[in-house]
């Protein structure tokens, strides 16, 4: 599910007063922000989360929930903080703190988005050419001409419209969350101790090096950011449940979020716990260098044939979803930084359709070098992808309750400090990983 799905979810005419009943139209946006953040991030969580050991894999599970409810609830409030109905987070950003400000959201926005998209064309080579090789026991083309192919055929979808993707993408969640949740009870039988070897006392105390708990924690928090990262679309989402509840939207988008989020913690932190109760650190450390989904790992290190072949064709189906959503977010960034820049240096846009062009060109030459030359995907997420999102998803928020009258009424809250904190955490995670 995307943005763009908006304007598919129908807002209701009843009266907006009866804010207190659940309607058929809170569940869709319940499981539509379930399925926005549930994709291919998804994938590269258990990698980070259990690689450092038993210990940071419970702390993040006690922070996952807040650090993920606040957050949104935030950039949800945020939104509803605007005077017009009708406006995005762009247009709330505008009024609040002017056209530059404006701006500069919508190209941090790009760039929060741009980046994920970049590695998922990585995953997406990684996967095949893994299958190839370790599945099928054939060489794979050059790298590439693989990446190149898949790229045009992913993006060729594209050419089908956009409500005919976020139709395919929402109706594929729920049959990858399926797989998901009966692939961790299928590794039920395989759950060893290994990973309660890492409560030797050097370990757990450890605060300074590689293998310590605070480092550790550190380095994991963007990854989880990214992986729980439903964004794109709270701005959809505020502005349809503000046309159908009014002044009482918040309160009724707050009980959204939170049902949605329980789900998503619940499920993912499972299939992360039951990868890594399976799985040895030092072998998550190996899918860490080996540039692959957990799924493509599973399959390679159990060679099971119902893990071996289904795991690596539900990681294409996620990473493809992933891939479609993030690129139409990302062109949409694109396109209004282009035409913002235009309009300010000339006073004129862009033909949508030339810019369409345009946008998709770039897109695909890039990606196309990036999946070639493959960087290292974790690291991507922890010095961009998640830090950007935190800017956007955690601080900006916090900033508008100092500073923004209508959204003072949210001030003096321990969520408030707790929702900084994190987002500072991913920030300079980010600092340390490109230094």
Not at 25 to 34: A, E, I, P, R
Not at 157 to 162: A, K, L, Q, T, V
Not at 310 to 318: D, K, L, M, T, Y
Request: hydrophobic share 50%; glycine share 6%.
């Amino acid at each position: 599910m995307d943005t763009s799905q908006a304007g598919s979810i129908a807002s209701s005419a009843s009266s907006k007063s009866n804010h207190t009943t659940w309607r058929k139209s809170d569940t869709v946006w319940m499981l539509g922000l379930y399925g926005t953040a549930i994709g291919a991030g998804v994938l590269f969580l258990p990698i980070n989360a259990g690689i450092g050991g038993l210990i940071p894999l419970i702390i993040m599970v006690i922070l996952a929930f807040p650090m993920t409810f606040f957050a949104h609830r935030g950039m949800c409030r945020f939104v509803l903080s605007g005077k017009s109905n009708g406006d995005d987070i762009t247009g709330v950003v505008e009024e609040h703190f002017g056209k530059v400000a404006g701006f500069l959201i919508t190209v941090l926005y790009f760039f929060a988005i741009y980046p994920i998209l970049l590695v998922y064309s990585v995953a997406l080579t990684n996967t095949v050419e893994s299958f190839l090789v370790n599945q099928l026991q054939i060489d794979a083309p050059p790298r590439a001409l693989l990446a190149l192919v898949l790229l045009l055929g992913v993006m060729s979808i594209i050419r089908f419209g956009e409500k005919a993707i976020v139709k395919a993408m929402s109706v594929l969640v729920f049959p990858f969350v399926t797989v998901l949740m009966l692939l961790a009870l299928y590794l039920i039988p395989h759950w060893n101790t290994t990973i309660f070897d890492s409560l030797s006392q050097g370990n757990v105390l450890s605060t300074t090096s590689n293998n310590g708990l605070l480092f550790t924690l550190w380095l994991a928090i963007p990854v989880m950011v990214f992986s729980f990262n439903h964004s794109p679309i709270i701005s959809a989402f505020a502005v349809a449940k503000r046309e159908e509840y009014g002044e009482h939207a918040e309160k009724k988008c707050s009980r959204i979020l939170s049902y949605a989020h329980i789900m998503m913690v619940l499920t993912v932190m499972f299939f992360v716990f039951s990868c890594v109760l399976s799985l040895s650190p030092e072998n998550l450390a190996e899918a860490k260098a080996q540039n692959i989904t957990i799924l493509s790992y599973l399959a390679n290190h159990f060679r099971v044939p119902t893990i071996e072949y289904i795991a690596p064709f539900i990681a294409f189906i996620a990473i493809t979803k992933s891939f479609l959503g993030h690129y139409l977010g990302a062109r949409e960034g694109f396109n209004g930084i282009v035409n913002k820049a235009m309009m300010n240096t000339r006073g004129k846009t862009v033909q949508h359709k030339t810019l369409n062009r345009i946008t998709s060109l770039f897109m695909l030459v890039s990606a196309w070098l990036v999946a070639t030359l493959n960087p290292s995907i974790l690291n991507i997420i922890e010095s961009l992808g998640g830090p950007v999102i935190a800017m956007i998803l955690f601080i900006m928020p916090m900033y508008a309750i100092k500073k923004v009258p209508a959204m003072r009424k949210y001030a003096g809250k321990p969520s408030n400090i707790f929702v900084i904190v994190t987002g500072s955490i991913a920030i300079s995670a980010a600092i340390y990983s490109v230094m």
